[in-house]
């Protein structure tokens, strides 16, 4: 079974601090997804990344897919109260399958 | 608008009562899914199709059915539903390419007594 780890399970910083978010598994993905959640709302894509080593940025957000792919990174930088959420990473099956692993979230809370 | 719809939104039942969560989608995506969310345990993949009467199971699909007779449609039925299957579900839709960005759904809340 594919499993993606993800951490850390909750982080609370202030505004204007950096922040890294790590999603980790022993097996290889064929892309691999960020989203991201607010209460009482399903998931919103952020960002896929598909090539080993790509790296993506999304304003003050910088999204990191590992060599091997099997692991990715979300990096904030300058931290809002607006970027307060549960992420999640996603990775999809490499048999074709299309079948999702999702990690166990992030929750992320910016302090003004 | 594109959109990944859902109902009921909120739904309070009892043990062995058939129900059917329904889900539409309007952007004629080929992929569509179910998931569940669980406090510390994110969203688990129920099951999905990959197109018209083509199915298969998630991570969890121990006591779910679904049925994809139509592009736009994907219910999932609880045949009979027990308190461990009360939870928060979601249905996603998607197209099959390279990125496979996943559209959700607003979310269904079940509680099974």
């Known amino acids: 079974t594919q499993l993606l780890e993800q951490s850390p399970q909750f982080l609370s910083i202030q505004e204007g601090e950096n922040l890294t978010v790590y999603c980790n598994s022993s097996?290889?993905?064929?892309?691999l997804q960020w989203y991201r959640q607010e209460p009482g709302e399903g998931p919103v894509l952020l960002v896929t990344?598909?090539?080993?080593?790509e790296v993506k940025k999304l304003k003050r957000l910088t999204f990191q897919f590992g060599d091997a792919r099997k692991d990715s990174s979300l990096h904030i930088t300058a931290a809002q109260p607006g970027d307060t959420g549960l992420y999640l990473c996603?990775?999809?099956?490499?048999?074709?399958?299309?079948?999702?692993?999702f990690g166990t979230g992030t929750r992320l809370k910016v302090l003004a | 608008e594109a959109q990944v719809t859902q109902n009921p939104r909120y739904l309070i039942t009892v043990t062995g009562k058939k129900l059917t969560v329904t889900c539409s989608q309007n952007m004629n995506h080929e992929y569509m899914s179910w998931y569940r969310q669980d406090p510390g345990l994110g969203l688990r993949q129920i099951y999905y199709?990959?197109?018209?009467?083509?199915?298969d199971k998630g991570d969890v699909p121990e006591g779910y059915k679904v049925s994809r007779k139509e592009k736009r449609n994907f219910p999932l039925i609880l045949e009979s539903p027990s308190p461990n299957q009360t939870s928060l579900y979601f249905c996603?839709?998607?197209?099959?390419?390279?990125?496979?960005?996943?559209?959700f759904g607003p979310g269904t809340r079940l509680t099974v007594l």
């Open positions: 097996s290889v993905f064929s892309s």
């Open positions: 996603a990775g999809v099956s490499t048999s074709g399958t299309y079948k999702y692993i």
């Open positions: 996603a839709s998607s197209p099959i390419d390279s990125y496979n960005e996943q559209f």
């Open positions: 199709s990959m197109n018209v009467e083509v199915t």
């Open positions: 990344v598909v090539t080993g080593g």
